[in-house]
């Protein structure tokens, strides 16, 4: 039997609207913020390029499993996995992978925020800056660098300025999820997605004129494989599926308001490109300030934060670049933060039968109550570790450990539960069916998933974790 669209639900008025919606999950502070920090922290080329590899051969086969799933279930990520396992005469146990892709989304929800939270500071800053100086000059005239990089730390020490801004991301998030798919979360990436991509493009442009290009090429281009370590092929697959909103049921929740029509195999590919590009480009246009203004890669988080506002003080209309340039980020962080508070909403309110503003909230008070314990974790709560035992997140932060549990073991071992259950588990004819696949297309990925991806996964992951 397949299971049919029941009849009620909530779809993307058009395939556009799903692509933009999908692409604005996967573009946000993964490509712009965290991409540049972790390539930077993890020796540059040998990170970007086995990213890149990540992306090709184990990311966009995830990605299309995912969607796939999640069109046929017509349902939540849990209740998607269980219909495809029904479909297929395999146990609906399978369904804990849309458990745990919801559960992760959760909490990555709640620390994405947090940066969210910086996001709207800068914009507050910058606009202040473009009031006070106006328009023509650089920002913040007549200030020490040091000073202009001291506003990260400084926000940080504030622990409830940190609050606020945070809890203030999250609401915003809250306010278009409870509006629901249609008036809610596909008008956020409608109208903001083309804005983003417009800014983005004008800013890079401009960052490639100023900037110092070359160094930035090199560094993030050349292959030294002496630095391809377990732990930096991990932080690289990681990036890749958190960059890809994948392995946490995110894609499956925004594929399962695709309509029939929608070729999934082309889609996927036009998303995976769309955020492999910004990824790049942002990192290009990140790390030519970051070296002509002597600062050092592998300063982690703070990189685009603290250094990219130094350089914004030496360019003509610094303030208002700035300004738009932060403003361009929370564009993309907006649409990504909807598809993951979407996950567990969607959830939450078929579970327990709720409307979905009612849903949303319970969602939005969690994702509060550990936002504001990642947001401590940078002042009042910098000494608490909660995973401190395990060697890998010693000395790690509440903030630092749930992303790193996250992208390090919920993203991998949910992808690898996903490609064997879409592999091995459902049945073929239901998946060639939804994949929009031929031919030696068609072969290429099946391989993927059955083979090289549930493989290669395991093996980096056991070699990030006890290499
Ligand atoms: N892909 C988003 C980004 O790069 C983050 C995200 C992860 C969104 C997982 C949804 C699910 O910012």
């Given amino acids: 039997m397949v299971a049919t669209t029941s009849g009620s639900r909530e779809g993307w008025s058009s395939r556009t609207a799903f692509i933009l919606a999908a692409v604005g999950s996967a573009v946000g502070l993964g490509n712009m913020w965290r991409f540049p920090a972790e390539a930077g922290e993890n020796g540059g080329g040998a990170f970007v390029l086995f990213y890149i590899f990540c992306v090709l051969l184990i990311g966009l086969p995830v990605l299309l499993s995912e969607v796939l799933v999640g069109r046929h279930g017509q349902a939540s990520a849990p209740e998607s996995v269980r219909r495809v396992a029904a479909d297929s005469g395999a146990s609906k146990g399978w369904g804990i992978i849309g458990s745990m892709g919801v559960f992760a989304a959760f909490l990555i929800l709640s620390f994405y925020c947090v940066v969210g939270g910086w996001v709207l500071y800068y914009i507050g800053v910058f606009a202040g800056d473009l009031f006070q100086t106006g328009l023509t000059g650089g920002a913040f005239e007549g200030r020490a660098a040091s000073d202009i990089e001291g506003l990260l730390p400084g926000l940080f020490g504030n622990g409830g300025l940190m609050v606020g801004l945070n809890l203030g991301f999250l609401a915003l998030t809250f306010f278009f999820v409870a509006r629901g798919i249609s008036s809610g979360i596909e008008w956020v990436a409608v109208y903001l997605m083309p804005l983003f991509f417009v800014l983005f493009l004008a800013i890079t442009i401009y960052g490639a004129f100023t900037g110092n290009f070359g160094e930035a090429v090199s560094y993030l281009f050349t292959f030294d494989f002496s630095k391809l370590t377990g732990e930096v092929m991990l932080a690289a697959v990681g990036q890749a599926f958190f960059s890809l909103s994948l392995g946490v049921a995110g894609m499956m929740t925004y594929g399962a308001y695709a309509s029939r029509e929608t070729n999934l195999g082309k889609t996927s590919g036009i998303i995976a490109s769309a955020d492999t590009g910004v990824a790049l480009l942002a990192g290009l246009a990140i790390f030519p300030i970051v070296f002509a203004a002597g600062l050092s890669a592998s300063a982690g988080p703070g990189l685009m934060f603290a250094s990219l506002p130094v350089a914004f003080q030496q360019m003509p209309f610094g303030s208002l670049i700035g300004l738009l340039f932060f403003i361009m980020i929370f564009f993309a962080a907006l649409t990504s933060s909807v598809s993951l508070m979407e996950a567990p909403t969607a959830y939450t309110l078929e579970k327990f039968k709720l409307p979905r503003p009612v849903a949303t909230a319970i969602v939005g008070v969690g994702a509060a109550v550990l936002g504001i314990l990642s947001s401590l974790s940078f002042n009042d709560m910098a000494e608490f570790y909660p995973l401190g035992f ?58 993927l998933v059955r083979f090289v991806c549930p493989i290669v996964l395991t093996v980096i992951l056991a070699f990030g974790l006890f290499g």
């Fill in 390 to 447: 395990i060697p890998l997140f010693a000395e790690t932060n509440f903030f630092d450990t749930l992303d790193g549990i996250t992208a390090k073991l919920f993203m991998p071992i949910g992808a690898i539960l996903t490609c064997v259950f879409v592999g091995w588990i459902a049945d073929a004819r239901l998946i060639d069916d939804e994949n929009g696949l031929d031919g030696a297309l068609h072969q290429i990925w099946r391989a």
